[in-house]
């Protein structure tokens, strides 16, 4: 069995830019990738500068590109477990196929659950939103509605209405706005509607309203919600490496694997970067997160191999 240097768990942002970073250091490196990137039902990426706007898998292809320039290999497959032994790592994939390495680089991303509305999962990705850097200014100036399942969506709200005069607050599950809430979402124009949201009206392939418990339907085109995000780490768990829940001002954003300034994780040899170890993270500081990870590994593998160096040395 060949065994890498590297092996990548994740072809996405993240992934790739680990890859690059550590085959320009001429170390092998395997990428294995499921084809199943967070941003898959994105039309585009954006904020990512000189690549604004390009479809996700068309950068990841140019990625995949530039990786095998230098002599990183691929493997199409699911990871399904990954153990460590005193030779290293050993990861199986869906398959039963397994590959081992010196390292690895988890850059699987994660999961976002929706709120159990229907309609949200049919529309997510079209007119069915949740950042307003990754699709604000493709929903400027239409009627937003914003669905509110915790305290989060009025810090989300205000960021929709710099997009759009017409932005209602849907209070869902959420609870009361405090007084000084009130006042804000007031003097900014936002309507709020009180109630739970029932579904998505959705005709000729586009939302139309939002209908409420009780039949009354708030017209709308784009309804921005927050996901609760779970790190695709389950392989993890065999070698003692579990995702740990990610909070912001009290509230519960998800999970995540903790990291490092440089991506290293608690478990030895083993790193991680982008959505899987930093929710919050969009496309460019996913790859940076990849880049310094890549170095890390890079250095980890140097120590080593200079510590074995000076003890063949010495023998």
């Known amino acids: 069995m060949t065994k890498y240097d590297v092996i990548v768990i994740g072809g996405g942002a993240a992934g790739l830019s680990g890859a690059q970073a550590l085959v320009r250091s001429r170390r092998s490196v395997l990428v294995i990738d499921d084809g199943s990137p967070r941003n898959a039902p994105a039309d585009g990426v954006h904020n990512f500068l000189t690549r604004d706007g390009v479809p996700p898998r068309e950068i990841y292809a140019i990625g995949r590109e530039e ?37 690895l680089l988890v850059t699987t991303g994660l999961t976002d659950v929706l709120p159990d509305v229907p309609g949200l999962a049919e529309r997510w990705g079209k007119d069915v939103v949740h950042c307003p850097y990754c699709h604000g200014w493709e929903v400027r100036d239409q009627a937003i509605g914003v669905l509110a399942t915790s305290p ?9 209405r710099q997009l759009s ?48 418990e009780g039949g009354k339907v708030v017209p709308r085109q784009v309804l921005a919600i ?44 083993v790193f991680a970067a982008g959505n899987v170890a930093n929710p919050m993270a969009q496309v460019m500081p996913s790859a940076a997160a990849g880049l ?24």
Do not use: C
Request: glycine share 12%; aromatic share 6%.
């Open 292 to 315: 310094m990870a890549g170095a890390g590994l890079n250095f980890d593998l140097i120590s080593e191999e200079t510590r074995l160096a000076v003890a063949a040395r010495s023998s």
């Open 67 to 103: 990786v095998e320039g230098y002599g990183g290999e691929f493997v199409d497959g699911t990871v399904t477990t990954a153990r460590r032994d005193e030779q290293g790592f050993t990861v199986e994939l869906a398959d039963g196929t397994a590959y081992r390495s010196r390292r």
């Open 226 to 269: 927050q996901t609760t995000v779970r790190a695709r780490a389950g392989f993890l768990a065999d070698l003692g490496l579990e995702p740990t829940l990610v909070e912001s001002n009290g509230v519960e954003v998800g999970t995540a694997v903790q990291v490092d300034g440089m991506g290293a994780t608690q478990v030895p040899g």
């Open 152 to 160: 989060m969506a009025l810090h989300q709200v205000q960021l929709f």
């Open 165 to 212: 005069d017409d932005v209602t607050l849907f209070l869902h599950t959420a609870p009361e706005p405090t007084g000084e809430q009130w006042e804000e979402l007031a003097a900014r124009g936002i309507s709020v509607v009180q109630g739970k949201v029932e579904q998505l009206e959705v005709t000729d392939d586009r939302i139309t309203g939002v209908r409420l």
